[in-house]
């Protein structure tokens, strides 16, 4: 039986070719800021209320630009069980702040790839690729 795909979205904010990342409480694993997509919502609606409940930042999901999208092993998930990440590039002025289920946020680049789980090394490679980030 084929485990139907975890469908997630989730925000590239990029400052100075650095991405924003973070860790959940009482874990090492660097990850986007995102997560899965409720039902009757869009992949940008689900990145804006993933940022806001995570790292709190507000946007809206209108102004998010679709950057690609990653297919690969979910984390933490049975062999065969696939990621569809959507990533959005989102800007803001604001700085983000950690939230009750996130334990820090970090401003990472290719060399922080050994923290990430394989969506979030795939994520590096491709803004690394269009050369956003270091």
């Given at each position: 039986?084929?485990?139907?795909?975890?469908?997630?979205?989730?925000?590239?904010?990029?400052?100075?070719?650095?991405?924003?990342?973070?860790?959940?409480?009482g874990?090492?694993?660097?990850?986007?800021?995102?997560?899965?997509?409720?039902?009757g919502?869009?992949?940008?609606?689900?990145?804006?209320?993933?940022?806001?409940?995570?790292?709190s930042?507000?946007?809206?999901?209108?102004?998010?630009?679709?950057?690609f999208?990653?297919?690969?092993?979910?984390?933490?998930?049975?062999?065969?069980?696939?990621?569809?990440?959507?990533?959005?590039?989102?800007?803001?002025a604001?700085?983000?702040?950690?939230?009750?289920?996130?334990?820090?946020?970090h401003?990472?680049?290719?060399?922080?790839?050994?923290?990430c789980?394989?969506?979030?090394?795939a994520?590096?490679?491709?803004?690394?690729?269009?050369?956003?980030i270091?």
């Amino acid at each position: 039986m084929t485990l139907p795909p975890l469908l997630v979205s989730a925000v590239a904010l990029v400052r100075d070719r650095r991405v924003l990342m973070v860790t959940a409480r009482g874990r090492d694993v660097h990850y986007m800021p995102g997560g899965k997509i409720d039902a009757g919502e869009t992949a940008a609606q689900a990145a804006a209320r993933e940022a806001r409940e995570e790292v709190s930042l507000v946007f809206d999901p209108a102004e998010l630009v679709e950057l690609f999208e990653v297919r690969t092993q979910a984390h933490g998930e049975p062999d065969g069980r696939m990621v569809h990440m959507t990533v959005f590039r989102a800007q803001t002025a604001a700085e983000p702040e950690p939230s009750a289920e996130v334990g820090a946020i970090h401003w990472v680049t290719t060399a922080d790839a050994d923290r990430c789980p394989p969506a979030g090394r795939a994520v590096l490679e491709r803004l690394a690729a269009l050369d956003l980030i270091d």
